[in-house]
């Protein structure tokens, strides 16, 4: 029974992050059309989605005890951890059966490369050069050799980025089944370089755990992070660890608890906050001292979590990059987005109506010589229709004239005789009837196709042949006109006339 829910829970959870990934997607390419910068957030929101591991990274400004707190976690002195600004390269512990280490080399190498590097990674590289180096299986306890920042080097040697992307390490702890990684990473505002290699990781992650220290609790810089790169980034799992608590007396101690946690609700309304010694914590578990683990307050943290990463990771893995499509949407839509497609409407609608201004003069003249031109036509045609009636009433009168004529012309074909019969006298005159009816149609004809026509085309050429030329000028002026206006062709003759 307990495992259906496991099962069904799990599939909720498949179908919960492909929906998100289609959404990721899906705004991937709306603000690839619109042009607009985030898509490269976008992606990297989808690939986190779409990954079946969940990274906590333990981050905070240098020296708080980051590395420290890890190796407590791991209740081994793994990660180099000294009073010295130290972490210099991305440290991903994950589940492994056995403890190993693996080395990551950035892609493209930086250049130059730092002076002092381990021997092993230089052979490593010699023998890969001119190809992307491969990852390379370094002993897990010489990691020191690979992500310290090396004492005693020049300032401009430690300023110098490192040829490792990360380090991979590999330990039997039960809280990384299932896809946890806990990171270690460079403190941050130590130096510019290293800061930005834990930027760079930052929009990889799911969850953070971060590091104050009790001595200098919630300095200026360390609550600028918290308000424009976890509360502004949408980063909703955050656990806020006030470390070296033991270095704080004990009447003091609630003062600065309540401290940290009024400065923080005002970006988490409800701050998870743990005060501890990582210290006290990782010396008593290598002492096997129970009581001064017991101390550190580390135990309450890991509980929680514990719970954290077994029970609520599914909706924390996918409820923060929501968040943050959401954000990075509106966010971009409004401040970016909006305000340039509102500049471009402006200026393209003041430019327009300046060309409108300018081109004004030219169009009002195009115009009114079109509606001369329409005027004078529609004149010509009155005139040239009444010529036609004339020549109409012309050849009227010519009929009416001849009919006398043919009725002389006509030669009955049936006698009258002396004495004409009633209907011998009605068939002479249907004939001579029929007669007149064939001559006047006849007549008609002759005169519609010899005098009526010619005169209709004469007149029509007189009219259209000019008009034609003029209209076709106009017409070009106001196409020219248009396009000076608009930037775009468009046809005065094909509105007119239809599109051809
Ligand atoms: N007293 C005390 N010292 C601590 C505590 N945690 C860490 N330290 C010491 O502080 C120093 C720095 O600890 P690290 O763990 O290297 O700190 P970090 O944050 O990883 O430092 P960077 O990697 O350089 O940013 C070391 O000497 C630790 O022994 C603590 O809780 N109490
Ligand atoms: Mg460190």
Aim: net charge negative; glycine share 4%; proline share 5%.
């Amino acid at each position: 029974m307990h495992n259906y829910h496991v099962i069904d829970d799990f599939k909720a959870y498949q179908k919960h992050q492909q929906n998100l990934a289609e959404i990721l997607r899906g705004a991937a390419e709306v603000t690839c059309s619109l042009n607009m910068s985030k898509e490269k957030e976008l992606s990297e929101l989808s690939t986190k989605v779409q990954n079946d591991t969940f990274k906590v990274m333990v981050t905070g400004t240098f020296k708080n005890g980051k590395s420290t707190f890890i190796n407590a976690l791991l209740g081994e002195e793994i990660l180099p951890a000294y009073a010295l600004p130290c972490t210099a390269v991305i440290n991903e512990v994950k589940y492994g059966t056995e403890k190993r280490a693996v080395l990551h080399f950035r892609n493209p190498l930086p250049d130059p490369l730092p002076e002092r590097l381990a021997d092993k990674a230089v052979q490593h590289m010699n023998k890969h050069k001119g190809s992307p180096i491969p990852p390379f299986e370094i002993p897990y306890d010489e990691i020191e050799d690979y992500v310290v920042i090396p004492v005693g080097a020049d300032e401009k040697q430690i300023k110098l980025q490192s040829p490792y992307e990360k380090v991979e390490l590999f330990f039997p702890l039960e809280l990384l089944k299932n896809g946890v990684e806990i990171i270690d990473s460079p403190g941050l505002n130590e130096d510019e370089t290293r800061t930005r290699v834990t930027m760079d990781y930052l929009p990889k992650v799911d969850a953070v755990l971060y590091v104050l220290n009790a001595n200098a609790i919630c300095a200026g810089d360390e609550m600028k992070f918290v308000q424009n790169d976890l509360r502004g980034n949408s980063i909703d799992s955050v656990f806020f660890i006030v470390n070296r608590f033991d270095q704080i007396r004990s009447r003091e101690q609630p003062q600065i608890r309540q401290y940290a946690e009024l400065k923080l609700k005002e970006f988490y309304p409800k701050p998870e906050l743990f005060c501890i010694s990582a210290l006290h914590a990782l010396d008593g578990r290598l002492d096997h001292n129970e009581a001064l683990v017991e101390q550190s307050g580390m135990i309450p943290l890991e509980r929680r979590l514990t719970e954290f990463l077994t029970k609520e990771k599914g909706r924390a893995k996918l409820a923060s990059p929501a968040k943050q499509v959401r954000q990075i949407l509106s966010r971009e839509t409004l401040e970016v987005v909006i305000p340039r497609e509102r500049k471009l409407l402006e200026s393209s609608l003041d430019d327009v109506k300046q060309r409108y201004e300018s081109i004004k003069p030219r169009l009002k003249a195009a115009t009114a010589k079109k509606e001369q031109q329409q005027a004078e036509m529609a004149t010509k045609i009155e005139r040239s229709c009444r010529k036609f009636e004339r020549l109409a009433k012309r050849s009227m009168a010519d009929i009416i004239n001849s009919v006398p004529v043919w009725i002389e012309e006509f030669t009955p074909a049936t006698s009258l005789g002396a004495i004409p019969s009633k209907a011998k006298t009605e068939q002479v005159i249907k004939d001579l009837s029929e007669y007149l009816k064939d001559k006047l149609s006849e007549t008609q004809a002759d005169w519609q196709k010899n005098v009526l026509l010619p005169e209709i085309e004469e007149e029509a050429n007189a009219i259209f042949s000019g008009a034609e030329k003029d209209l076709s000028k106009i017409f070009k002026e106001i196409d020219d006109i248009n396009v000076e206006l608009t930037g775009e062709h468009y046809s005065a003759n094909r509105f007119l006339y239809g599109s051809v």
